[in-house]
């Protein structure tokens, strides 16, 4: 039998489980204070997952509030944060919806599961504004690639990306591949997906209209992904009842894909007013946001919920996280058509409430009143926590540690070792293994897919109009100093999409870190988030949401601070995008930007040392900003062939890719003013290779010297190096008197790395 | 008038769109057909697209080949309309026995998606007759389960007959015996590939032009006709 209203009133002092479902006695009692008494089980049920971190970002909110409050003026944003996503204007009527979320913990559980029911619910978050998802992309980070446990997750999570984001048709165009020890027992698994659709599709998630009709649709409704509420459902029910169940919800990409068919066919055909995803929370989630984004009152019909598992109590159904589920607010004219298109696509549709003007979310079960709540209290009015703050202990030691002492490489054979050794390194090295386990030719719009710098993919057929975005962080340089970290992802996310040849719009982000109730880890988030926040203001681009993954720890041992950052692009026309692969002959090879002795939180620094220590490379957004403008420019303007962007592992492993990636040598010479060592491996920011035919050399050499970006031509296309070279019929990269490697021999070293281990 | 191609789209159906776009590429005019109508409307050729109909479930293509869409589609096949199974439509083609043997999952067991290299071998079909034999073309593959097996009686039988129409060159992605990429049956008309033709008919998303010729045979032999 059901906890009804009328029981809590008649039975006010009965003892509830709120410690087991992870609220604290203060909640409890602010639960308690808004209902003026005890909650029904079913509404214990609803706010202990509404008030969650997951849910509530309570931890968080006061300080994503920045992203708010330092947002650039733009006109680009037609949707603000805050919503299922942010919606960004990408001109011609055509708008575009991107955002990441992370599924960690589910994908280490249950690796295949937990990463395909990742990119499902990302995926229904960009459908719930009304746009087709376009593209997916997938940031990845996981314990060293030699670890034991990395050999059970990877594989699985892989797979899992692979095997719903395949089944769903969209193409996945890029992401990260990381590893570190850090996160040995806690893999990141973040999922970013973009939308696209015309200005005049935009949807919200609100419930107008009295009379207006809550539909629910998709999958049917079952046991998995209760988590916590198995403890209420053990305590209404006895014997017989549902038994605890697996907390790794269980996804089903063909019901995904109709699922998405038929959205797009009632968004399209004008039978929408309202549309809400049903991710975390489930049916507690849903209702709560649509009433309280809405005319403020609505009521259930709980029993009318099509259920896979009849035996689930009504706590658990509140609560299920069943995947490939949507709801919906209808007019009650258009019900008919909007069930008519749900069953062209084999989808069950059920009206499961009402809007109403009560100010009140009811929920009845059978009969009986079992939720009475106002609904703002459930879905936005939640704790919002201060945690302390603390500089962590260590902070000063571990900047102080700076790999200045570090054994350098001194002559060609050693630089000549260094480059095959580091393009090789698990970070640097060939992530086909795992890439090539996912389409990215579905759709038919891919213009640029990994390992380019930033995935492309077109909106519009007849004027090429399309979007790039590439998602970055190096962990190292934030766990080094959160601020500049976070500024430093954001950078790298900038400049890659520029390198491209696009125009940066918009921001998203996933802030994977450790326990908020670690106030050192309290303070890398604290600190991140101010970074990005202010590096977002001066760029001149919104965060247009995102999303925070906290305890991500092992025992008392958080992972690097880790604030993934997306970064959406624009691009007018998608047949001058810049690709990394140089060539022809005679091409002129150009470094951007400047170099400095920055080896702190480097790949070299790492992957050869083993060596984390001092501060991370300068930022300096200004310099992003213009050599952001000369890429597009010269993209624009027909100057660039290729531009490749500089981070992990410096200008040689940006050579080597651009030499393996087009399959041309190239000769190149380094600046005289600066040690070789620095000029090939170091980590400074804000630069780029970029290659200029020769005929435009004297245009963007001056577009750069009016413009004040450094800029040294450092070599040259060349496809017959190889015979002087002493490597006759070889395709060479050479670097001065100093070092000449075969394009063989990069591409061994690169693509050897993952398939030893993991085939293994 | 240009000949009307239908496209298929079954639930879970994924390339439907980009095969209607490389008909159009060709100069055809692409029709949409619906798994649940047991209707052509008219057509003169039908493509069988790729993606994951009926989720793969039971075994890949084998509930699609009792959508309503296939008994014309099956009659039409047997009376010579030309029709080309990709991928997920080749396999609906076996599980549909209009071509023989099956497609089974990836030596590798994994997903495999990569440009290949393949071998034209036959010129002769409805859907090669714009290529030159032994002509070597790169379009994507991007499957999980593609991996070519029949009996070897069946086998001899598709090399004796010349019905073996691209081998895959370099690398076999998937295990297929023979390194078969695509076979016909004996009249010519009805052909399966495992790789994606619709995949490379612009430079911009793919990784050559080849795919388009696929879509050209198929105009030059109803125009022919």
């Keep these: 039998m059901a906890d009804t209203v009328d029981n809590a009133i008649a039975g006010p002092e009965a003892t509830q489980p709120f410690a087991e479902l992870g609220l604290k006695p203060d909640e409890y009692q602010r639960i308690r204070d808004i209902l003026g008494r005890r909650p029904t089980s079913s509404e214990l049920a609803m706010y202990s997952v509404m008030w969650s971190e997951h849910c509530s970002y309570k931890s968080s909110k006061v300080h994503l509030r920045q992203f708010g409050e330092k947002a650039p003026k733009t006109d680009a944003l037609l949707v603000g944060i805050g919503e299922n996503a942010g919606v960004v204007d990408i001109g011609d009527g055509w708008a575009v919806t991107f955002k990441v979320e992370s599924h960690n913990h589910p994908s280490y559980v249950e690796p295949y599961q937990g990463a395909a029911t990742g990119v499902g619910g990302i995926v229904r978050d960009i459908m719930s504004m009304g746009a087709r998802p376009i593209a997916v992309m997938d940031p990845l980070r996981f314990g060293p690639l030699d670890a034991a446990d990395t050999k059970r997750v990877l594989p699985g999570i892989v797979a899992g990306i692979g095997g719903y984001g395949n089944c769903l048709g969209l193409p996945n165009i890029g992401g990260e591949v990381v590893f570190d020890s850090s996160y040995a027992g806690n893999p990141l698994v973040n999922a970013l997906c973009v939308g696209a659709m015309r200005h005049e599709d935009i949807h919200l998630a609100s419930a107008k209209g009295v009379g207006n009709l809550v539909i629910l649709y998709g999958a049917r409704t079952g046991g998995d992904g209760i988590g916590g509420v198995s403890v209420l459902a053990s305590e209404t029910f006895s014997d017989g009842g549902p038994t605890k169940r697996p907390s790794v919800q269980v996804g089903d990409p063909f019901m995904e894909k109709l699922l998405i068919e038929a959205t797009l066919d009632v968004l399209g055909a004008g039978l929408v007013e309202g549309i809400q995803d049903l991710g975390g929370a489930g049916i507690s989630c849903a209702t709560s946001e649509l009433a309280s984004n809405g005319d403020g009152g609505m009521h259930v019909w709980l029993d009318r919920v099509l259920l896979r598992d009849r035996s689930l109590s009504p706590e658990e159904i509140l609560m299920s996280e069943s995947q490939e589920r949507m709801c919906a607010v209808v ?400 395709q060479v990269l050479q670097i001065s008197d100093l070092l000449t490697v075969t394009i063989d021999e990069l591409r061994a070293a690169h693509t050897a790395t993952l398939p030893a281990i993991l085939n293994a | 008038m240009s000949p009307r191609i239908g496209v298929v789209t079954f639930p879970g159906t994924l390339d439907d769109g980009d095969a209607a776009r490389a008909v159009r590429f060709a100069g055809g005019e692409p029709v949409a057909l619906w798994h649940g109508d047991a209707d052509l409307k008219s057509v003169d050729a039908v493509i069988l697209p790729g993606g994951f109909s009926y989720g793969d479930y039971l075994r890949c293509g084998a509930i699609s080949r009792f959508a309503p869409v296939m008994t014309p589609v099956i009659t039409a096949a047997g009376a010579g309309m030309p029709v080309l199974g990709i991928c997920n439509g080749f396999q609906i083609l076996c599980e549909s026995h209009l071509l023989p043997g099956a497609l089974t999952r990836n030596q590798s067991m994994h997903f495999i998606c990569r440009d290949q290299r393949l071998r034209i071998e036959n010129t002769s079909t409805a859907w090669t007759n714009g290529f030159a034999h ?65 995949h490379a008919i612009e430079d911009l998303t793919g990784p050559s032009l080849d795919g388009l010729v696929f879509f050209s045979s198929v105009l030059n032999a109803l125009v022919g006709a």
């Design chain 1, 331 to 730: 007019t009650p004219a258009k019900l008919e058509e909007f069930l008519a298109k749900c069953a062209k696509w084999d989808v069950e549709a059920v009206v499961i409430g009402e809007v109403n003007d009560s100010g009140r979310l009811t929920v009845d079960w059978h009969g009986e009143r079992i939720v009475d709540v106002p609904p703002r209290s459930v879905a936005h009015d939640g704790p919002v926590y201060q945690r302390p703050l603390h500089r962590p202990s260590w902070q000063d030691a571990l900047q102080a540690d700076t790999p200045d002492d570090l054994l350098r490489p001194v002559d060609g054979e050693q630089l000549r070792a260094t480059a095959l050794n580091l393009i090789g390194a698990p970070n640097l090295a060939s992530k086909a293994w795992i890439t090539d386990q996912y389409d990215r030719y579905v759709q038919g719009n891919t213009i640029l897919a990994q390992p380019e710098d930033a995935g492309m993919v077109r909106v519009d057929e007849q004027t090429g109009l399309g979007v790039a975005v590439s998602c970055d962080c190096n962990g190292r340089f934030a766990k080094l100093d959160p601020y500049t970290g976070a500024q430093l992802a954001l950078a790298e996310s900038y400049r890659n999409v520029s390198a491209s040849g696009a125009i940066p719009l918009a921001v998203t982000n996933c802030l994977n870190f450790g326990s908020p109730e670690d106030p050192e880890v309290m303070w890398q988030f604290a600190e991140a988030v101010r970074g990005l926040a202010d590096g977002c203001l001066e760029l001149g681009i919104p965060v247009t949401g995102g999303n925070v993954s906290f305890y991500n720890q092992t025992g008392t041992t958080a992972i690097l601070p880790t604030p993934v950052v997306g970064v959406l692009a624009v691009i007018d026309d998608v047949d001058r995008r810049t690709p990394i692969s140089w060539g022809p002959d005679g091409e002129l090879i150009y470094l951007l930007g400047d170099t400095r002795d920055e080896f702190a939180g480097s790949e070299w620094a790492h992957h050869v040392h083993g060596h984390l220590g001092g501060m991370p490379p300068r930022v300096d957004l200004a310099r992003e900003r213009l050599l952001s403008e000369i890429m597009i420019a010269g993209s624009r303007d027909g100057m660039l062939t290729a531009a490749h962007d500089i981070s992990d592992g410096g200008l040689m492993i940006t050579l080597s890719e651009m030499a393996m990636h087009s399959g041309i040598g190239a000769r190149c010479w380094l600046p005289d003013d600066i040690d070789p060592f620095v000029q090939l491996f170091a980590e400074s920011a804000g630069r780029a290779v970029v290659v200029v035919p020769r005929s435009e050399e004297l245009r963007f050499t001056e577009m750069c010297a009016a413009r004040g970006l450094p800029a040294h031509r450092i070599g040259v296309v060349d496809s017959e190096l190889g015979a002087d070279a002493g490597y006759p019929g070889q």
């Design chain 2, 134 to 198: 032994g002509q070597e073309i790169v379009i994507p593959l991007k499957n999980g389960e593609g991996n070519f097996n029949a009996d070897t009686a069946t086998l001899d039988e598709l090399e004796a007959e010349g019905r073996v129409i691209a081998r895959y060159v370099d690398v076999n992605p998937n295990g297929s015996q023979r390194d078969i990429a695509g076979i016909t049956n004996a009249r010519g008309n009805v052909v399966g590939l495992m790789p994606h033709p619709e």
